[in-house]
């Protein structure tokens, strides 16, 4: 993901497919939706290639 000066995430793209194309899709819609703190050189705000990986789990319905 490319994190710009104000901490908003304008380029990603999936490095290593889940081998599922629904939750490459769902990683790719978090990072859209992702605002992080921008990197600094020097104290002044910066933009940066970062790597993140996502981990879905699916939880079984609760009885009620």
């Given at each position: 993901m490319f994190v710009d000066e104000?901490?908003?995430v304008t380029k990603h793209e999936v490095?290593?497919?889940s081998g599922f194309e629904a939750l490459d899709r769902a990683a790719s819609n978090v990072a859209r939706m992702l605002r992080l703190a921008p990197a600094k050189a020097l104290g002044i705000p910066t933009g940066v290639w970062v790597q993140q990986g996502f981990t879905f789990r699916v939880d079984p319905p609760t009885a009620g």
């Open positions: 104000s901490g908003k490095r290593e497919s």
